[in-house]
């Protein structure tokens, strides 16, 4: 057994010796979309601090916790708060937790981000649907010795965001009257915002919105055979559409003002799974 194998198995035993869910839904909440966490009932919560092998989120907007509860009546896992490369985490252990849901028998993963907006015809706090995304990272989470446990050697990314999940949230939207935007992210290391002509080179290569996480979340979750749905929070628009500096203030702000939406679309993607 791989180290890597041992100390996901450690941690899901003490996850097991702390809840009684078995979700088979987890949802990852993104800069200023904490708030889902508190929707949730009959919680059993874990600080991150608390968990073996798995590392503290040190980001603004992330409280750090993992949540097991109730969400419209289905059982869920929740992570109030993620890990970022930017934070000096290798890729391995950002997509850690990941790994640890495949081990729990996680079958599908709703992954939200804060984004900077790309597309000139979105607006802050529109809701993008992730169709696909670009890997500006310059690291891919399943370089080194592959563990076969987890996956094969080399991963299919054809269907990255699973077409039955994507189908299941544009009706969800629709049935809460809500414009879910739809399109390409783009993730770059940070934690520096963009440049204005790096923005204009991801637009030319057809991104519709720029962050700092969710696909190494991304690669791993495939790895792993779990089935992966993204939705972003376009909480600004990206460096040099608008005539004025980019503030952690104005993501954080926009991803709050958001949270109604964004909590009433998941919940119905969730009552829908």
């Not at 104005?250 to 993607?269: D, H």
Request: net charge negative; charged share 20%; glycine share 10%.
């Amino acid at each position: 057994m791989s180290q890597l194998l041992q100390q996901t198995e450690e941690t899901v035993a003490y996850i097991r010796s702390k809840t009684g869910y078995k979700p088979e839904i987890a949802i990852v909440l993104g800069s200023g979309l904490g708030q889902l966490g508190e929707q949730l009932q009959h919680v059993d919560a874990i600080n991150y601090k608390e968990l073996p092998h798995w590392k503290s989120s040190t980001a603004p907007g992330h409280n750090g916790r993992l949540l097991f509860g109730l969400l419209d009546g289905k059982e869920v896992v929740c992570m109030q708060g993620r890990l970022h490369y930017y934070e000096g985490y290798s890729m391995e252990e950002i997509t850690y937790p990941v790994r640890v849901m495949a081990r729990l028998g996680v079958k599908n993963l709703l992954l939200s981000n804060a984004a900077g907006g790309i597309n000139l015809d979105f607006a802050p706090g529109d809701l993008m649907l992730i169709t696909d995304h670009i890997n500006f990272m310059g690291k891919n989470p399943l370089m080194g010795p592959n563990e076969d446990a987890f996956g094969v050697r080399f991963c299919d990314m054809s269907y990255a965001y699973q077409p039955s999940l994507r189908k299941i949230a544009l009706e969800a939207a629709q049935e809460l009257g809500q414009n879910l935007q739809q399109g390409v992210y783009v993730a770059t290391t940070g934690p520096s915002y963009e440049t204005p002509a790096e923005i204009k080179m991801f637009r030319s290569w057809g991104a519709s919105a720029v962050g700092m996480s969710t696909v190494p979340e991304t690669i791993a979750a495939n790895h792993c055979g779990i089935n992966v749905l993204g939705i972003s929070c376009i909480t600004n628009m990206a460096a040099g559409i608008l005539d004025q500096p980019l503030t952690e203030e104005e993501v954080l702000l926009t991803g709050e003002k958001s949270g109604a939406a964004f909590q009433a679309l998941v919940t119905r993607i969730v009552r829908k799974l």
